[in-house]
Each structure stands twice: as structure tokens, then as C-alpha cells.
């Protein structure tokens, strides 16, 4: 008698186990709002985020419109890529415009020269209400900063969009309270429980495109803050500041004048997961002038309502 092996199904690798849990998320988030919508700057996080979207509603099209928060001093490179993605996914692309907030005096213009990275809470919180939006996904994970780690995969804000981290609600074996009460609105963060190097190993999976600015390339720097900033226009040389030409890359992807690059020669998705995995300091603990304000800048920029 010939006897049928049982069917066994390939044990999940770590990597699957984060996409399946953070599919889930977008989708029940999703069930449970009415207008949702998903943040998407073009770094290397919103982009993995905005891939798990699109594997977690295909075959249909997203559900739900992206939105880009633009402080006007990106680099290129990120917005050309932004744009590229979201013509090729078909999607609705909302551009919120920290000019336009300036403009209509809602926040002080810092010069031209100053950082607006610290202006986008109230361009958020503008659009979100323009929009009628009442929940937002963002690709912020724990490991980035502290104020993150203490924050919950399903954050909710006030009728004024503020975070109150003693007023969270509980989230014991992966069980979400989804339900938005009357003036709150919620933030979702579906790679709450990645790394850094999950999302490169991921990206190197998917074989997914990014910003060319991710990869090792030569560009002219200066030394500032005890960071490689690229010459551009929105970082000019001051007096006393000379300009070097280096091999580098951008770990994060932030504003071009707080934004620093790490000389590196990691010039493959390969290269750079063999990189990350041996760094001893975080992306933006190493490269993001604007969390290096304070002692708790991104806590502070959280209860303002930033993302």
C-alpha cells in the first residue's frame, strides 16, 4: 500500500512573519476608518510600507490616497522617485505643502536657509482635517528614537491631533482597538516592530526600487553639526566651511539641510544589508540633525503632532 505523506507548509521566516503582521494591520485599520490615508515621502520606509499596501489589497487597487508632507527642501532625487512610484501603482497622490502654510501664515517661515522639518506638524494636522482623513499610516518603527518605542502600533491623537502617551490604549497579544471615538483621530504604524535591517533585508527580497541617494555615489560635502551635508541649494558653505568631494550615502532621507550622509562604499542592496548589520548607531541617531534639538525632540514634536 502506498501511503500519502502529510502536505507540510514551509516554516515562516522572520521576514514573513513582519509582512503578515503588518498587512493585517493596514487591512483592519482600513476595515474600521472610513478615510484612511497613507503617508508616503519616498524613503526607504514609507516605500516598504506603501509595497506591503499594495501586496495587502491586491488585486484591487489602494483603497486609500497617499499623502506627502513636502517642506519644499527635499532633495530630488526623493521626489523623482515619488513621483515614478505613485504614476506606476495608479494611485491618489496628496501633496501637502509647508509653503502653502507659510503663506497662509499658519507657520513662521524660518529664511531660506533655516530648517522647516520642525513646521510639518501643522501641515499635517491641516491637511488631515481638510481631507476629512481619520487615520494615517506612517512607516515609523521603534528602533528609530525613544519617543517611538513607547508609542503603540495603533496611536491616537486628540481632537487637536496631540499625543498623550499616558493615554494609550492597551495592545496585549497583538489584539488592536481599532475603533476612532468621536473627535480623535488615529496614527498607524504597521512597522512598529521592525529594524532597520528587516527593512533592507526586506527591500533586497522584494527587489524593490529606491532614491539612487540610498546607494554609495560621489558627492560634494561639507563637515557641519558633525555631519557630511550635501552641497546643494538648500546648504550653501559658510565662511570658514570647505567642501570635500566623498563616496557616500544617506541612511535616512529627511531635508536636504539636516539630513547628513555616511561615507560608504555599499553600493548594492547587498552591500548595504552587510553594512547595516554591523552598525553599532542608529540611521537617525548618526544623521538627523533635527532629533539632535533636544533631549526629547521627537517626544516634543509627537505632542505637537507630528508624526
Known amino acids: 500500500m502506498t501511503v500519502t505523506p502529510l502536505r507540510t507548509h514551509p516554516s515562516l521566516d522572520h521576514l514573513d512573519a513582519l509582512e503578515s503582521q503588518a498587512m493585517f494591520i493596514l487591512r483592519e485599520v482600513a476595515a474600521e ?34 499623502m506627502h508632507v513636502d517642506t519644499g527642501q527635499n532633495f530630488p532625487e526623493v521626489l523623482g522617485f515619488r513621483d515614478r512610484t505613485v504614476e506606476r501603482l495608479g494611485a491618489r497622490l496628496v501633496v501637502a505643502s509647508v509653503q502653502d502654510s507659510i503663506d497662509k501664515g499658519r507657520v513662521v517661515d524660518p529664511g531660506p536657509l533655516g530648517s522647516r522639518n520642525r ?30 518605542a513607547k508609542e503603540r502600533i495603533l496611536s491616537f491623537r486628540n481632537s487637536f491631533g496631540q499625543w498623550d502617551p499616558r493615554a494609550q490604549r492597551p495592545e496585549l497579544w497583538q489584539l488592536y482597538q481599532g475603533r476612532v471615538n468621536h473627535g480623535e483621530h488615529l496614527r498607524a504604524f504597521p512597522l512598529s516592530d521592525w529594524t532597520e535591517l528587516d527593512v533592507w533585508q526586506y527591500i533586497e527580497r522584494e527587489h524593490m526600487e529606491l532614491p539612487s541617494i540610498y546607494f554609495a555615489h560621489r558627492r560634494e560635502v561639507l563637515r557641519r553639526d558633525s555631519m557630511w551635508l550635501a552641497v546643494g541649494p538648500h546648504v550653501v558653505p559658510r565662511e570658514g566651511e570647505a567642501t570635500e568631494w566623498k563616496t557616500v550615502r544617506f541612511r535616512t532621507v529627511g531635508d536636504a539641510n539636516c539630513t547628513g550622509a555616511v561615507e560608504s562604499s555599499a553600493d548594492t542592496l547587498a552591500a548595504i544589508v552587510h553594512e547595516v548589520s554591523t552598525a553599532n548607531v542608529s540611521e537617525r541617531g548618526a544623521t538627523r540633525a533635527d532629533d539632535r534639538f533636544s533631549e526629547t525632540a521627537m517626544e516634543d514634536r509627537k505632542r505637537e503632532g507630528y508624526f
Do not use: N, Y
Open 33 to 66: 476608518c472610513e478615510r484612511p490615508v497613507l503617508l508616503f515621502s519616498g524613503g526607504k520606509d514609507s516605500a516598504v510600507l506603501l509595497h506591503l499596501a499594495v501586496k495587502a489589497f491586491s488585486p484591487q487597487r489602494l483603497p486609500f490616497p497617499v
Open 119 to 148: 513646521l510639518q506638524s501643522v501641515t499635517l494636522l491641516d491637511a488631515i482635517t481638510d481631507h476629512g482623513f481619520d487615520a494615517a499610516f506612517g512607516g515609523a518603527r521603534r528602533d528609530e528614537d525613544k519617543a517611538r
